[in-house]
């Protein structure tokens, strides 16, 4: 997740911009009949790619970047615990259960703070959506994912203070053994 906002902040600037239909309203993906809920292992490994676009999807932001993800789970303390790898650096990402399936989310750089809501359930989802607003008050990003036990998918946009979609990051992440993530690390 981390990786992707390290992304949007750098590409922002050169992203073609189309109105948000309705700026409040949060894109969602849809859980299918054929989602399988997560796994519920501690620790789960994910690696495969993150594609940015115009926020129609018609423009490349460039070419698909590696995505790699490791994903903690601490149900007893009430947090969820993402380590990416951003262009060579590991950065990780903190959500904190606030209530019920609601967490608080940020990195620990400080970059971003928000919310992400977890469906059905926070420690075996199928689904969950973002709203997480960036630090230097250059907009939000929102959207939802899907999951399954052998990946996540995501869907997210950028999206100005004034309301306009910036960019769509579309992640496709198929689940990994521990030795290929750590294989696939720098």
Do not use: H
């Not at 922002?12 to 009949?33: H, M, N, V």
């Not at 926070?122 to 997480?132: A, C, G, K, R, V």
């Not at 999206?159 to 990994?176: A, N, S, Y």
């Amino acid at each position: 997740m981390t990786r992707i906002l390290l992304l949007l902040l750098a590409l922002c600037a050169s992203c073609a911009t189309a109105p948000s239909p309705d700026a409040a309203q949060k894109p969602k993906i849809a859980p299918s009949a054929e989602n399988i809920p997560s796994t519920t292992d501690p620790v789960s490994y994910y690696k495969g790619t993150m594609t940015a676009t115009s926020a129609d999807g018609l423009t490349p932001m460039g070419p698909p970047a590696e995505a790699l993800v490791k994903r903690e789970l601490f149900p007893d303390d009430g947090r969820i615990v993402e380590t990416t790898l951003d262009e060579g650096a590991l950065r990780v990402t903190t959500l904190t259960q606030t209530e019920g399936n609601t967490f608080a989310a940020t990195d620990a750089d400080g970059t971003f703070a928000g919310t992400v809501i977890f469906s059905p359930d926070p420690w075996s989802p199928i689904s969950w959506t973002y709203d997480l607003t960036m630090a230097d008050g250059s907009g939000k990003v929102i959207g939802g994912a899907t999951v399954t036990k052998t990946s996540i998918k995501t869907s997210k946009y950028f999206v100005t203070p004034d309301g306009l979609q910036k960019m769509r990051i579309i992640d496709d992440l198929k689940t990994v053994s521990a030795k290929e993530y750590e294989a696939a690390l720098p």
